[in-house]
């Protein structure tokens, strides 16, 4: 399959939006982006709350938040032919997408979608929900995703509870607003631009009701491994093609490389590959005794649209200082 990775940004994209400039959100200062204003913004203000949310789902990929893309191959081998819905014990749906797979049962499913809400109306009891990226639930009331997710101009000067996560079917989906939205500490650009330590922790005002995903603890992958990744994104190549965030798209990839800070896994044009919307989402691999563990989340790609020759950086959950930063959430 193709599922293509929400705000996996481009190195160019990093270094033009990274600035120097703290806030603090939650009391936790992180760096921020700060981009152009986004003409989605102008045009969302002219529309009313249901077109909004119809418009949405088609534009917020490609105004929202930096462009971005990632990707791999993947050989058969045992661990290749599994099928990536089964790994997290969820049904598939169908074959549509190429070399990949649409999963069923969302509604129970740990890999959610990661939304902001637009400021309410007086008469609204909530505003209109605007998806931006994929997040896994690693513990009832905690998700994990991207940074970058929340860096957005547009977005950055938003609160917490101006977040949260829609879980099931679009036309069921429950909404659980965040309290706390948490970057790690050193998030910040690597010397060769890619953004380091891209991991944020969301702490939800209510359970999720969710199956959950462990996270790492130590050293587990290793380059040629086959991983699973999963998200709400891009199902096609090209730089225009819109998300929908409707279905979980899943696949699977094999591990180019191993570094300090990332995982890399690189797409030549065949196989399963992240983009647009998957920003957020997990890499999974299987320990030794079957269980799947998230590894990595989506960070940055090299290819916009996410075309052959495209290479994913995955934050790395094996350096320490996340890992035991996840768990402080945990425990």
């Known amino acids: 399959m193709r599922i293509f990775g929400l705000l996996r940004c481009t190195e160019d994209a990093v270094k033009a939006a990274l600035t120097t400039k703290w806030h603090k959100d939650s009391g936790n200062p992180h760096k921020r982006y700060n981009h152009p204003k986004s003409t989605a913004i102008i045009m969302i203000n002219r529309l ?25 191959d993947s050989e058969e081998e ?9 790994v997290i014990n969820l049904l598939q749906k169908s074959q549509r997408v190429i070399n990949g797979q649409s999963c069923s049962q969302i509604d129970q499913a740990p890999i ?29 009331r905690v998700v994990l995703t991207a940074a970058h997710c929340f860096l957005e101009s547009n977005i950055a000067q938003l609160g917490a509870s101006d977040f949260g ?51 790492v603890q130590g050293e587990l992958t290793r380059e040629g491994d086959i991983g699973y ?7 096609e190549i090209g730089t225009s093609v819109s998300v929908n965030f409707a279905s979980l798209e899943a696949g699977n990839m094999r591990v180019s490389s191993v570094e300090s ?59 320490s200082e996340i890992t035991n930063w996840i768990n402080s959430f945990l425990n």
């Open 48 to 72: 009313n709350r249901l077109q909004t949310l119809t418009v949405l789902l088609t534009i917020a990929s490609t105004f929202w938040l930096a462009g971005c893309s990632s990707g791999s």
């Open 78 to 86: 045992p661990s290749a032919k599994l099928e990536a819905c089964s």
């Open 112 to 140: 959610v979608r990661v939304v902001a809400e637009k400021p309410r109306r007086d008469s609204e009891e909530q505003g209109a929900l605007i998806p931006i990226c994929s997040g896994t639930v690693i513990n009832n």
């Open 165 to 215: 996560v829609l879980i099931g079917e679009s036309s069921q989906a429950r909404y659980i607003r965040a309290s706390e939205v948490r970057s790690h500490p050193n998030l910040g650009t690597t010397r060769d631009g890619r953004l380091g330590f891209d991991v944020a922790a969301m702490l939800l005002e209510s359970d999720s009701n969710t199956t959950r995903l462990s996270t």
């Open 229 to 235: 990744v999963y998200g709400y994104g891009q199902t």
């Open 261 to 319: 800070d990332f995982i890399i896994v690189k797409f030549e044009g065949s196989g399963t590959n992240v983009c647009n919307g998957d920003s957020g989402g997990p890499l999974v691999i299987l320990a030794s005794n079957n269980t799947p563990v998230v590894v990595g989340v989506v960070s940055s790609g090299t290819v916009p649209g996410c075309d052959t020759g495209d290479t994913t950086s995955f934050t790395n959950l094996e350096r």
